[in-house]
């Protein structure tokens, strides 16, 4: 899964891309070329897990983050939406908007003004044009090929894409549309840029602490059916904290009362919004999350592992996470009935513990 890091130019989005990566890299070399990085998915049951059998190695789940070049002033002074910008979003899986709200007179802005709101809306006007253009396309080439011949899968998608092209007609995007498992199927190919899980992450400083709140509110406010996550972080915070030694990191977040890094927050509900869950696989050498899509069958998941598991799946034990924690061995699992033997068809719950048996 590629999640698309984007935003305008001087938004704090490289300086996001590097504390992701725990690296530094030059921000004009990000706007010119973009970077990726595949990075940890915060998980506190599996470091618990891992603290509880002492594995040679832990292996968290991860996902892709792309940082695409951020849109730049053209010479006529408007900001440039290039095509190979679109090809990088389309690409992607889903999206962290990086939206400025820190001050810093000598780091311009595009708008120069600092206006959260008016940086949502330009982007979000924007997808919703390229989306428009590209719906309108389909459904004038469906009704040119309905006109040769008779074809039941595009009388099929014909009713959808008219009904995605009333709703967005209304300036609203796709991803706040009800569309029920098939037509998203239909829809997964055409990559339309409003139906992408979006987080947007408002990037303050230390100076505007106060304003978080309110413009939190007004946001959600404005946005009220875009339906979008909103998160407020403190990019410059958040790269000092990725760069100190996890201990010490911890001893500073409980020193400022912080209890979780926003960041970590970002990655859990991307993870959520991909219909993404984890599964677990313990032992002494190693505890590992795997990844899988939400209502995967524990032969599914087998596959995960290895592609053998799943054509010679034969059972899997299984364990609730919060079971093993509650009853704190295998072994008291099985004697208060938490330890279950399942089939094929079993549909995996997030944080399953799995031993799977094949032959």
């Not at 504390?19 to 595949?38: K, P």
């Not at 010479?75 to 810093?104: C, M, P, W, Y």
């Not at 890094?261 to 991307?270: E, Q, T």
């Amino acid at each position: 899964m590629q999640i698309g890091l984007i935003g305008l130019q001087n938004s704090g989005k490289t300086t996001l891309f590097n504390t992701l990566a725990r690296t530094t890299i030059d921000e004009s070399i990000s706007h010119s070329i973009g970077n990726r990085t595949v990075v940890k998915i915060p998980d506190t049951r599996l470091d618990n897990l891992s603290k509880i059998f002492n594995p040679k190695k832990q292996v968290n789940a991860t996902l892709e983050v792309v940082d695409i070049p951020g849109l730049q002033l053209s010479d006529e002074g408007r900001i440039k939406i290039s095509s190979d910008f679109l090809t990088k979003v389309k690409n992607s899986d889903a999206l962290i908007h990086v939206v400025r709200q820190f001050e810093n007179d000598t780091v311009p802005h595009p708008h120069e003004e600092i206006n959260p709101i008016k940086d949502i809306e330009f982007l979000e006007t924007e997808f919703l044009f390229s989306d428009m253009a590209m719906i309108e396309n389909r459904i004038e080439k469906i009704n040119k090929e309905l006109l040769k011949t008779k074809n039941q899968q595009l009388e099929r998608e014909l009713p959808l894409f008219k009904k995605l092209q009333e709703h967005i007609e209304t300036e609203k995007p796709i991803r706040d549309m009800k569309l029920d498992e098939n037509e998203r199927k239909v829809l997964a190919g055409y990559q339309l840029l409003t139906l992408k899980p979006l987080v947007v992450g408002i990037n303050f400083d230390e100076n505007s602490k106060e304003k978080v709140d309110g413009l939190i509110k007004a946001i959600e406010t404005r946005f009220s059916k875009n339906n979008f996550h909103i998160i407020p972080f403190f990019a410059k915070f958040e790269y000092e904290l990725s760069q100190l030694p996890a201990d010490e990191a911890e001893i500073f977040m409980s020193d400022f009362g912080i209890v979780e890094s926003a960041l970590d927050r970002i990655l859990r509900i991307i993870y959520e919004l991909l219909g993404l869950q984890s599964f677990f696989t313990v032992g002494e050498d190693e505890t590992r999350a795997w990844t899988i899509k939400k209502k995967f069958t524990a032969q599914d998941a087998a596959g995960v592992i290895h592609t053998d598991f799943f054509d010679r799946f034969i059972r899997a034990e299984t364990v609730h996470y919060e079971d093993f924690i509650k009853y704190g061995s295998f072994a008291k699992c099985k004697e208060f009935g938490a330890w279950r033997l399942e089939g094929k068809e079993y549909i995996v719950k997030d944080g399953d513990i799995l031993t799977i048996r094949h032959n």
